[in-house]
């Protein structure tokens, strides 16, 4: 459904994406995910024709935005950032105006309005001056705009942001609903947000793609693992049979009690050692050293570790903090 | 076409939901009002009247600097903030990620604002109609009036809505027209002040005032109704321009 290659955008010297490429296919939920000021908000706008790319081709459902941009619109429906709607206008009356201007046969309109009201859960709001509506509900109308003409692919910047828990949780289930043959891509920088509701993650940073993958595969990448230990120690020498292994580095979890049966114990791994040999040796030290172990636990990366690290990774790789910000 | 259409509805819903147009109407009428009330008592002080001139002719021609100077305030008010606060709320986004050109998206507002401006001219049709208890009206003369009036209006809507392209600020989009307005008004009474010469016709070809003189003897002099129609084409076409280049912005 989209199709990106080699997109860069600037405006004017300060570069805010360069050189991404990457596709999106039908039926997909793709998160894009990155730190503010990434490029995130400024990669969408291209993609729903609202900025020209400096260079590269997008192409949205077959259709080039360049040369085909009224075609490849009509098969989006897109949700910019903080969701700017006309506050003079009933919610109702909005929405008649976005399903006529995105060519909804006219028969159809009040069926595609009631529809898409009931999607976001704004059907009680129908006649509310859109000033007057909080925050949670003005995201949820803009949210109904963009499914109003039942586009095959849904472009949302940040859907959850400004939403409490209660609503969060109404928008990520909605978006898990849509599911079916249509194509969502999202953004946000909160990773939670992608592990609830995606298949797919693609990561950028300073405007340059640094990931792209599925969740497990994005996990994978995580180097450094650490493995929880619980174990029963009663001379007290854990700590030092464990850091007789090359690689290995332990601290103590449990809070400082003269508990000798019940420690616990967080074991990190050293960058580039071998996870399965460093497990067999330290199960073997601990067992010579007379130390019973009652569970070993090897810690989840979190996407979050991933993400921090994808990141940093490319800012060490940087040297200096590039110029530019959120646009 | 659509879009067009679409368009249109909304910005007039906008224009009349929101207080702006009835505050716009209602300084207009209190100094139309006011103009037209001073002209009548001027006319009916007088003992004899020559055939040329009468209250209608007076109102639309000859006095036409007063109603011309509400003008250079009801239009730029009225058209700062068609794009400036799309802009300035971002709602612009939305509208332009709709599968609309930039031709329907200006069109549209553009139409919706000159349909305002004739609504806010609507009721002065009734001085003409008490004019008429009282004596006769040359009803061509009126048509040709509000014509010119009507020229004047899309030729400054047009300006209006460019410099609101221009800028997200509502304030400085009302300045900027009102500076471009007054400057276009000023040119024309230059006619009055130069010398004979090609500065003096220039002045005289581009004066508003002119315009409203012939029109409301009656004249429809073609000169005038291009020159109008050139400076609201070139306006608009510049204005969808703009709105295009934003994409590279």
Sequence with gaps: MIEVSNLTKDYGTVVAVREISFSVGKGEIVGFLGPNGAGKSTTLRVLAGFLGATSGHVRIAGHDIAEAPRAARRALGYMPESAPLYPEMRVSEYLLFRARLKEVPSAKQKAAIGSAMDRAGVAHMAGTVIGHLSKGYRQRVALADALVSDPPLLILDEPTAGLDPNQIREVRALIKGLGGDRTVLLSTHILSEVEATCERAIVIDRGRLVAEGTIEELRARQNTKAL???????????????????????????????????????????????????????????????????????????????????????????????????? | MNGFLAIYRRELLSLWVTPLAWVLLTVFLLLQGVIFYSIITHFASMAEVSVDTGPVQAYFGQES?????????????????????????????????APVTATSVVLGKYAALLTTYALIWLPTLLYVVILRKTGVVDWGVVGSSYLGLLGIGAAYLSLGTLMSAMTRSQLVALLLTIFLEFGLFILGVGEYIFDPGLFRDVCAHVSMMGQMEDFSKGILDLRRVVFDGTVTALGLFVTTRVVDSWRWG
């Design chain 1, 228 to 327: 929880s230990l619980r174990v029963r120690d009663p001379n007290a020498g854990a700590e030092a049979a464990i850091e007789r292994i090359s690689g290995l580095s332990v601290r103590q979890l449990s809070p400082d009690t003269a508990d000798l049966a019940r420690r616990t114990l967080q074991v990190t791994l050293g960058v580039g050692l071998d996870p399965e040999a460093a497990i067999e040796a330290l199960v073997r030290a601990l067992t010579e050293a007379g130390i019973g172990i009652h569970a070993l636990i090897p810690e989840q990366a979190s996407l979050e570790q991933v993400f921090s690290e994808l990141t940093a990774h490319e800012k060490a790789e940087a040297g200096a903090p590039a110029p530019g910000g959120e646009r």
């Design chain 2, 65 to 97: 600097i007063f109603l011309l100077m509400t003008l250079l305030l009801v239009c730029p008010a009225l058209s700062m903030r068609v794009f400036a606060e799309e802009r300035r709320s971002g709602t612009i986004e939305a509208l332009l990620t």
